[in-house]
Every structure is written in structure tokens, then in C-alpha cells.
């Protein structure tokens, strides 16, 4: 299994401009989130998902939209980006809680700057 | 609302036991998470605890989990370089509730 990928790595945006991070998991969780990391914050839910078709916002929602068409694939999309938005960028997957398996896998993380 | 309150910074002498410290509000919570994140790179889950347990000891890591007071700690038994990282702690409602209330993080860094 390749567990959680994320791509890009790395990402320089403009004010303004748009964009989508990609977020994969082959190990047919329901559950999916996406977090955001700035230093002395902690990590932040941005939005989550308990299966495909099923969305909904976490605690930092605002300039950020999000999908899951397939159980796979959660895509977190920027819509105009801000300098506010400078961020690492986490992408996690569980299973369901109250099983034996239930722990939040983390994705490498995307860092984004936005000038 | 759910808080999990670390100290940001904790440094010591290698081969010294470190002992972090999280307190948490959630009189719910039913699952505790200590995850270790390394330099530019994401999360990974160090050891659990279920909220009907006291103790768990796995390796050089022990957890202590004080319901009463909604205080859990984390023990590195014999540290080495190789434990710098941030540690978070989490907590979790457990079943109906998917998400996890991290803390901010707590920087450890070992002393050779």
C-alpha cells in the first residue's frame, strides 16, 4: 500500500490565483480531512469526509472547497488564493472509529506559499 | 468546545527520560493519541490509549492517563537524537465522531 499520497509537494502561488491539491489513499477508508499546520497553531480541520458524496466543514473552512467523487480521492481546492493561506497542508484517512484499526494516517503534507 | 493544551518546548540530555505532558477538557473523549512528526515530514501515529486505561507501556514509550484530572502524559524512556521531533497529542470522541482535537505540539529536542 502507498497509504496517504499528496502532490505537490511544494506549491508557489500569486494572490488570486486558484488551485487544487491532490490527496489519494489506497487503503479504502471512509474517512478523510484536511488539515492545515502553522507554527504555534497546531493543526487546524479545514474539511472532512465520512464517505464518497459526503462533505463537511472543520473548524478553518473559509477560501476552500472540497469533493470526494470516489473513496479514493479527496481534492482540497483553493479558490483565490491569499497570503493568509501560507500554510503546510495535511491530508489524513482512517477507518471508522470504534474499530481495532481506528488511527489517523497522514499524508507527507503539500507547503504552499502564497506572495 | 474540545481543547488540548501542550507545553510548546522540551529539551533534554540524551539518554535522560523525557516526559511530555497534554491536558485535554473532553469529558468524552474515548481515545488519546500521541503522534510524532519529524522535520518536513507529516504525522506519524507513536501509541494509543483507550480512556478506560490507566497505563500503557510499549517499548521505551509509557502513556499515563489521568481521567480525573484529564491529564496524559507521555514517557521516552533512555532518549536519543533520533526522538527530536514535535509530539502531539490528541483526543477523540470515538464512535459517531471521526475527528481528533490535536494540541499544538510539543518540540522535543535532545542534547547529545
Known amino acids: 500500500n502507498a497509504g496517504v499520497t499528496q502532490t505537490p509537494k511544494f506549491q508557489v502561488l500569486k494572490t488570486g490565483q486558484s488551485m487544487t491539491l491532490q490527496c489519494a489513499q489506497d487503503m479504502n477508508h471512509e474517512y478523510m480531512s484536511w488539515y492545515r499546520q502553522d507554527p504555534g497553531m497546531g493543526l487546524r480541520l479545514i474539511h472532512y469526509?465520512?464517505?464518497?458524496?459526503?462533505?463537511d466543514q472543520g473548524e478553518v473552512p473559509n477560501g476552500y472547497n472540497v469533493s470526494r467523487s470516489t473513496t479514493e480521492d479527496f481534492p482540497l481546492r483553493l479558490l483565490s488564493a491569499a497570503p493568509s493561506q501560507t500554510s503546510v497542508y495535511f491530508c489524513?484517512?482512517?477507518?471508522?472509529?470504534?474499530?481495532?484499526?481506528?488511527?489517523?494516517?497522514f499524508g507527507p503534507g503539500t507547503r504552499l506559499t502564497v506572495t | 468546545g474540545e481543547d488540548v493544551e501542550q507545553s510548546l518546548f522540551l529539551s533534554v540530555r540524551e539518554g535522560d527520560s523525557s516526559v511530555i505532558n497534554c491536558t485535554y477538557t473532553?469529558?468524552?473523549?474515548?481515545?488519546l493519541y500521541w503522534y510524532k512528526q519529524e522535520p518536513g515530514a507529516g504525522l506519524q501515529l507513536l501509541t494509543y490509549i483507550f480512556s478506560n486505561m490507566d497505563m500503557k507501556q510499549d517499548q521505551r514509550l509509557t502513556v499515563l492517563l489521568n481521567k480525573k484530572d484529564k491529564h496524559l502524559s507521555l514517557r521516552i524512556a533512555d532518549t536519543q537524537t533520533g526522538d527530536s521531533a514535535i509530539y502531539f497529542c490528541?483526543?477523540?470522541?470515538?464512535?459517531?465522531?471521526?475527528?481528533?482535537?490535536f494540541g499544538k505540539g510539543t518540540k522535543l529536542s535532545v542534547i547529545p
Open positions: 473532553d469529558s468524552s473523549s474515548t481515545y
Open positions: 490528541a483526543e477523540g470522541s470515538g464512535a459517531g465522531s471521526y475527528q481528533l482535537t
Open positions: 469526509s465520512v464517505g464518497a458524496g459526503i462533505t
Open positions: 489524513a484517512s482512517s477507518y471508522s472509529p470504534g474499530t481495532v484499526e481506528y488511527q489517523q494516517y
